[in-house]
Every structure is written in C-alpha cells, then in structure tokens.
C-alpha cells in the first residue's frame, strides 16, 4: 500500500489525474486544464450595441486547401440567439446541439422563445456536473452567448468550463483575450452604432493577432441580431465597407 502524503509529486500526479477531487490547495486540475484548452482556442468577441448583439469571431484558417465554411465559430441557437465557441470544437458542438433543443422544447411547452438568461442557465449547469462526477471529464470550451430575449432586452453571456457564467456588455474568449479586453473596455461606449461597434470588435481581434502575423478581414466571421429579426452575417464586402474610414 502506498501513501500519498501532501505536498508529494505521486500525491500531485493523483490530484492532478482526478477531475472531482480538490487538490491541497484548493484547486481543480482538470477544471483548470480546461480553460487552458479555451486559451489556445482563437479570439472571439461579443459586444451589446445600440440595435442589437454584435458577434465576431477570428476563423484563423490555417490551409489554403481548407474550405472556410467548414469552419464553425459562430453558431445559431434560435432565431433570437447565437454563440461564438473557443476551445474544442466537438465539444462546443455538442453543447449546441443541447442548446437547440432546449430552444425548441421551450417554444413546443410554452409556445414562446426562450430567455436567454435560462438557457445559458441550464447549459452551464450540465458543464458544471461534468466537474463533479468521476468518469467524466470537463468540457474544454467556453462560450459567448448572446441575442434579443422575448421582452427584447439585449443580453451576453459568457459560459466557462467550470460551469461559471457571468453577463457582460461586451466580453472576448480564446487566446489574447486579455489585450482584447483591453481595447474593448478602452473604446466600449453605450449605445454604439453598427458601424462603432464592428470597428471596435475588429480592433480587439486584431490586437490578438502576432506581430509576424497577417491580419485579414476576410477570415473573420461576424454577423449580428437585432431585435425582430434573424441572425445576420456581413460578407466581405460589406464587413470592410463598415471598417473603412469614409463617412
């Protein structure tokens, strides 16, 4: 029989090993692991403007023989909701693919759209079970959600893999957040209109990128909700039209 004694590299590795179990000092490895993923994922950004929620998302494509479509950052919920992922992509999939159905059970039950507030609830619960149970592992993505709720109040939120969440009026995920942070919180103005808010959320996605690092327009994918309507993604023109400097 081995002890394990704290403080011990075998006692480390065992703490280090266990998704559930809290190491001496009070951490979860595996939580923490996770989040490690997300900031190796790329920058996403959302931010609440006058109209509406703001969506933008750095594709970071990285062969000219992949086709840039099948590349999922930005995800529709509902007509009224949408997610930008940043971490591994399979499980951001599968985590949609909950949020839907929850979207669509709630208008089948209820006959109304759902509260974004109560989704992201409830997708953030089922991330934090993943935290508590062994034979699980956490989920390593986080998410951006955000959109129009039935009262028509515009909500973010971001989902972290510990099950956190928290509502912001614009927040970015994925690796470089923190200088993206910065440029948002040093430009964010109540009530920005379109074209404020895309020139600001392009910024902040371009503070992410490397210096040796060429910064294209056309690999990112932004699109917005406004109330009454769809999901909208700006194409390439139109995504520099609301970039350029002319009035």
Same mark, same amino acid.
């Given at each position: 029989?081995?002890?394990?004694?704290? /403080?011990?590299?075998?006692?480390? #590795?065992?703490?280090? =090993?266990?998704?559930?179990?809290?190491?001496?000092? $009070?951490?979860?490895? *595996?939580?923490?692991? !996770?989040?490690?993923? @997300?900031?190796?994922? +790329?920058?996403?950004?959302?931010?609440?403007?006058?109209?509406?929620?703001?969506?933008?998302?750095?594709?970071?494509?990285?062969? +000219?023989?992949?086709?840039?479509?099948?590349?999922?950052?930005?995800?529709? @919920?509902?007509?009224?909701? !949408?997610?930008?992922?940043?971490?591994?992509?399979?499980?951001? =999939?599968?985590?949609?693919?909950?949020?839907?159905?929850?979207?669509?059970? %709630?208008?089948?039950?209820? $006959?109304?759209?759902?509260?974004?507030? +109560?989704?992201?609830?409830?997708? #953030?619960?089922?991330?934090?079970?993943? +935290?508590?149970?062994? /034979?699980? =592992?956490?989920?390593?993505?986080?998410?951006?959600? /955000?959109?129009?709720?039935?009262?028509?109040?515009?909500?973010?939120?971001?989902?972290?893999?510990? /099950?956190?969440?928290?509502?912001?009026?614009?927040?970015?995920? $994925?690796? &470089?957040?923190?200088?993206?942070?910065?440029?948002?919180?040093?430009?964010?103005?109540? %009530?920005? *209109?379109?074209?404020?808010?895309? &020139?600001?959320?392009?910024? #902040?996605?371009?503070? $992410?990128?490397?210096?040796?690092?060429?910064?294209?327009?056309?690999?990112?994918?932004?699109?917005?909700?406004?109330?009454?309507?769809?999901?909208? =993604?700006? %194409?390439?023109?139109?995504? @520099?039209?609301?970039?350029? %400097?002319?009035?």
């Amino acid at each position: 029989m081995i002890l394990l004694y704290p /403080g011990s590299k075998a006692s480390s #590795a065992a703490y280090d =090993r266990a998704a559930t179990m809290f190491s001496p000092d $009070g951490r979860l490895y *595996q939580v923490e692991y !996770a989040s490690k993923i @997300v900031e190796q994922g +790329t920058l996403g950004i959302g931010l609440i403007y006058d109209k509406g929620v703001l969506f933008a998302a750095d594709k970071k494509i990285s062969s +000219t023989l992949l086709l840039p479509s099948s590349v999922e950052k930005l995800f529709v @919920v509902d007509d009224h909701i !949408a997610a930008i992922s940043s971490g591994l992509v399979g499980d951001a =999939r599968r985590l949609i693919q909950i949020a839907r159905q929850e979207s669509q059970e %709630n208008q089948a039950y209820y $006959g109304e759209q759902i509260h974004i507030e +109560t989704l992201v609830k409830k997708i #953030a619960a089922i991330m934090q079970v993943f +935290t508590q149970y062994g /034979g699980m =592992r956490p989920f390593g993505v986080s998410f951006i959600f /955000g959109g129009i709720d039935p009262s028509k109040a515009k909500r973010l939120f971001e989902a972290e893999p510990s /099950g956190a969440l928290a509502e912001y009026k614009a927040v970015a995920i $994925g690796k &470089n957040k923190k200088e993206a942070i910065k440029v948002l919180e040093a430009g964010f103005k109540e %009530n920005m *209109q379109i074209k404020d808010a895309v &020139n600001l959320v392009v910024k #902040a996605l371009k503070s $992410g990128v490397p210096e040796n690092e060429k910064f294209d327009l056309g690999k990112l994918d932004v699109a917005f909700i406004e109330a009454g309507k769809e999901l909208k =993604r700006l %194409n390439a023109e139109e995504l @520099v039209n609301l970039t350029s %400097n002319k009035k």
